[in-house]
């Protein structure tokens, strides 16, 4: 039996959860670990050239590091991902290493735990990003934002064009599609509001690492009852 296509707002909802624990661990990321993503590696790559040239050779490494963590996350989350039962179980493995980073930074004083916590968070990050990246039928990425922000930017040009062509009644383009427009537009305003979050859970949050996880059970679960995407 085919796998019937769930309604659009499964699809957002989904897609708002994942924004905001990929803006929440990035974000957390990058304030415990002074200026590095452990998401965003456009960022990462731009600091890892101008701190190369500068000679800046403690954060030349611990940016390399992280690149390569997260290019080896990939990797591992693809083959991964060819062997799990359901999609939602990477988000699983993703909330035991956030759990495993919660108990490091507890048991852990803050310059040891940091080669722990950005080789770990990376591969959650890596996880997330090849875990699902369709919604409705459209390819989005819940970790990278430049090209959800393209793609939204895109979709209000095309309903721009359609309504001057109607009012022009001159003989339009198709009639965009309402996701191709508003999807990619969510993911970047969640990932906003992930990132805004965890500005509060890093500074007044019992185990912040943690609040993530309740999501990512959650989405597991949605993911096992339908497993279409």
Same mark, same amino acid.
């Given at each position: 039996?085919?796998?019937?296509?769930?309604?659009?707002?499964?699809?957002?909802?989904?897609?708002?959860?994942?924004?905001?624990?990929?803006?929440? $661990?990035?974000?957390?990321?990058?304030?415990?670990?002074?200026?590095?993503?452990?998401?965003?590696m456009t960022g &990462?790559?731009?600091?890892?050239?101008?701190?190369?040239?500068?000679?800046?050779?403690?954060?030349? *490494?611990?940016?390399?590091?992280?690149?390569?963590?997260?290019?080896?996350?990939?990797?591992?989350?693809s083959l991964m991902?060819?062997?799990?039962?359901?999609?939602?179980?990477?988000?699983?493995?993703?909330?035991?290493?956030?759990?495993? $980073?919660?108990?490091?930074?507890?048991?852990?004083?803050?310059?040891?735990?940091?080669?722990?916590?950005?080789?770990?968070?990376?591969?959650?990050?890596?996880?997330? *990003?090849?875990?699902?990246?369709?919604?409705?039928?459209?390819?989005?990425?819940?970790?990278?934002?430049? &090209? &959800?922000?393209?793609?939204?930017?895109?979709?209000?040009?095309?309903?721009?064009?359609?309504?001057?062509?109607?009012?022009?009644?001159?003989?339009?383009?198709?009639?965009?599609?309402?996701?191709?427009?508003?999807?990619?537009?969510?993911?970047?305003?969640?990932?906003?509001?992930?990132?805004?979050?965890?500005?509060?859970?890093?500074?007044?949050?019992?185990?912040?690492?943690?609040?993530?996880?309740?999501?990512?059970?959650?989405?597991?679960?949605?993911?096992?009852? &339908?497993?279409?995407?």
């Amino acid at each position: 039996m085919s796998e019937t296509k769930p309604p659009l707002r499964v699809a957002a909802l989904r897609l708002c959860a994942l924004g905001l624990v990929s803006g929440y $661990v990035d974000a957390l990321g990058y304030l415990e670990l002074k200026g590095v993503y452990t998401g965003a590696m456009t960022g &990462n790559s731009t600091q890892f050239g101008t701190s190369l040239v500068m000679g800046a050779g403690h954060r030349t *490494g611990l940016l390399a590091f992280v690149l390569a963590i997260f290019f080896a996350g990939g990797i591992a989350a693809s083959l991964m991902k060819r062997r799990l039962r359901s999609l939602g179980d990477g988000w699983l493995i993703m909330g035991a290493i956030l759990a495993i $980073v919660q108990a490091l930074s507890l048991g852990l004083d803050a310059p040891h735990r940091v080669p722990y916590e950005v080789g770990l968070l990376a591969v959650a990050m890596a996880i997330q *990003g090849e875990t699902l990246s369709r919604f409705d039928g459209i390819s989005i990425q819940t970790v990278v934002m430049t &090209n &959800n922000m393209l793609k939204c930017a895109s979709g209000i040009a095309d309903w721009l064009a359609y309504a001057v062509g109607r009012l022009a009644r001159r003989v339009a383009s198709d009639r965009p599609e309402v996701a191709a427009t508003v999807l990619p537009g969510m993911a970047w305003l969640t990932y906003v509001a992930g990132a805004a979050g965890a500005v509060v859970g890093a500074r007044s949050a019992l185990l912040p690492f943690l609040w993530p996880v309740l999501l990512l059970v959650a989405l597991a679960w949605d993911l096992r009852r &339908n497993p279409a995407t």
